[in-house]
């Protein structure tokens, strides 16, 4: 059997199969997940906020006409609930790499299975520090940044995700991969 395209699941939804919809959120949960997580720095706020833009997905699915694909529409509702996250509780937290450890001073694991732990440390920091740096960009730039390289989103469809022209799609890439690399490289992981 083959597995059912978005538009044949929101067909089913739409005429009555609400429970067709757990297949859309099986297939989206954890890039949504992911990218908020991305976007606001706090795994408990992304839980939270992944839940309530599947749950407006869902309140809107009647709505979706198919001009663009269900995922870039979906992921207009997620940047939306993001920006809008953000603006209720104030501006992203700012952290610092000291911000990554617990109070003992333990280095949360980062599991790596390339090998040698020297390897394995220097990955764990270089993970952290652009995790930290990627929250601290301007917002422009890391919702670009995050949609193309951690989302693999083609430019397209980052375009009508965000509402934006492609040339302007390139350029919040292209700055926002600068500012990461310059950020990193100040600190001396790249």
């Known amino acids: 059997m083959t597995e059912k395209s978005d538009l044949e699941i929101i067909e089913s939804v ?14 989206y949960r954890d890039k ?26 869902y309140a809107s ?5 198919g001009e663009a694909k269900f995922s870039t529409w979906l992921f207009s509702i997620m940047i ?25 001073g333990a280095d949360y694991e ?13 990955t764990s920091e ?9 929250l601290n960009l301007p917002d422009d730039y890391r919702e670009a940044v995050i949609l193309c390289d951690v989302e693999e989103m083609s430019y397209d469809d980052i375009s009508e995700a965000l509402s934006i ?8 890439i292209h700055r926002g991969r600068e500012m990461l690399r ?9």
Not at 14 to 27: P, S, T
Not at 61 to 65: A, H, N, Y
Not at 110 to 119: A, F, Q, T
Not at 184 to 190: A, C, H, N, Q
């Open 61 to 65: 699915l009647s709505k979706f006409r």
């Open 110 to 122: 980062i599991p790596d299975l390339r090998g040698s732990v020297e390897e394995d440390l220097v």
């Open 126 to 134: 270089t993970y952290k520090a652009a995790m930290a740096e990627l």
């Open 32 to 57: 949504i997940f992911r990218y908020v997580c991305g976007y606001c720095g706090s795994e408990e706020d992304a839980m939270e906020i992944s839940q309530d833009i599947l749950v407006a997905a």
């Open 182 to 190: 310059k950020r990193l490289s100040d600190r001396g992981y790249v």
């Open 80 to 104: 939306n609930h993001c920006r809008n996250h953000i603006r209720k509780k104030g501006r992203i937290k700012k952290i610092s790499i000291s911000d990554l450890y617990d109070d003992s």
């Open 165 to 172: 022209s492609m040339s302007n799609v390139k350029i919040r």
């Open 14 to 27: 739409v005429k009555g199969k609400v429970n067709d919809y757990a297949l859309l959120v099986k297939r």
